[in-house]
């Protein structure tokens, strides 16, 4: 079994290339519903070749019963060094909400918990 998340936001273009930059990651399976549109109707993000994340614009998906921002769900990563929490960290940061700026822990070298800019939680350790 595998696991990936359906991120639905605003400004799907903007976020599959943030997300991408701060995970070191490949965008995949990008379409459109038209030509005509300036966000992704799907788009997938992959690492190490095997899709974790997939958004999808949240207007364009209300057929799905409507998206709101809320508080009931965060997203955690585990990263193997310290270089990759503080390069995601780095990034995700930008105009996000710190809850927990990165740091050690009682449990780990390096944890920090923030919504990003797009109002996804991220809780990153090591």
């Known amino acids: 079994m595998r696991m990936a998340f359906m991120a639905y936001l605003t400004g799907s273009i903007e976020a599959v290339g943030f997300y991408c930059k701060a995970f070191n990651a490949e965008s995949r399976n990008c379409f ?15 690492l190490d070749g095997r899709t974790f994340m997939a958004i999808g614009e949240k207007s364009h998906n209300d057929i799905f ?10 997203y955690w990563l585990t990263f193997d060094d310290e ?24 449990w780990s070298r390096a944890m920090a918990d ?3 800019k797009f109002g996804i939680r991220w809780l990153l350790s090591t």
């Open 83 to 106: 270089q990759s929490i503080s390069r995601a960290y780095g990034i995700l940061k930008e105009k996000a909400e710190i809850h927990r700026a990165l740091s050690p822990c009682e």
């Open 65 to 74: 019963g409507g998206f709101t921002n809320g508080n009931n769900m965060q």
């Open 114 to 116: 923030l919504t990003d």
């Open 32 to 46: 459109k519903a038209s030509d005509k549109d300036n966000f992704y109707a799907h788009a997938e993000i992959a």
